[in-house]
């Protein structure tokens, strides 16, 4: 990993890798819903083309794997965050709002249909070729984008912040109106 890791202090950086990665799980989404049902936008909880929980792990990996770990310690981290996020995800949104995006109840070895380990086993797959492989290719990226990412960042918070509320309040009127029609 080395000079690719990130640092917990460089905000922008995580705050780069956090976009690029939320972005290419949104494409990810997709592409196995068109493989799967023939259509390619898959429902996801944000009304953007982002889906924090592909952000939110793989920047966890990316701090943890600034400490170096062993290649073992790195693939048991590389199954454990991806699914702890899932889980995590699916639990609180089905908590909040009353609505399970996913669902793995008919797969076996499955918790409460919001991880099951088949797609664990995936993201620990996905996870570690991203970290090894692809993330250099992000990490200069960021190198090369820097100096235009400063300017950018914030207003990429300000996007996310605005489809967080709005996505917020959408979704818990729509809760409100489906309690109310029963």
């Known amino acids: ?52 929980m592909y952000g939110f792990a793989p920047v966890i990996l990316l701090l943890y794997a600034a400490s170096e770990p062993s290649l073992g310690g790195l693939m048991l981290m590389c199954l454990l965050v991806p699914s702890a996020v899932e889980y995590a995800s699916g639990y609180l949104l089905q908590r909040l709002f009353h609505k399970q995006w996913w ?14 380990l088949r797609f ?27 100096p235009i990412w400063s300017v950018v960042c914030p207003l990429f918070l300000l996007y996310l912040a605005v489809d967080t509320t709005y996505t917020v309040r959408t979704r818990f009127k729509q809760g409100l109106s489906a309690l109310q029609n029963e």
Request: aromatic share 20%.
């Open 103 to 116: 669902d793995y109840s008919g797969h076996r070895f499955q918790l409460q249909g919001h991880i099951c």
């Open 120 to 146: 664990s086993v995936y993201w620990l797959v996905l996870s570690f070729a991203v970290i090894e492989s692809l993330h250099p290719s992000v990490a200069a990226l960021y190198a090369a984008a820097k």
């Open 1 to 52: 990993m080395g000079d690719f890791a990130v640092s917990a202090s460089d905000w922008q950086a995580i705050a780069f890798y956090f976009m690029v990665y939320s972005f290419g799980g949104w494409l990810l989404e997709n592409t196995y819903s068109l493989a799967t049902t023939g259509r390619f936008f898959k429902e996801g909880f944000l009304r953007g083309p982002l889906k924090p």
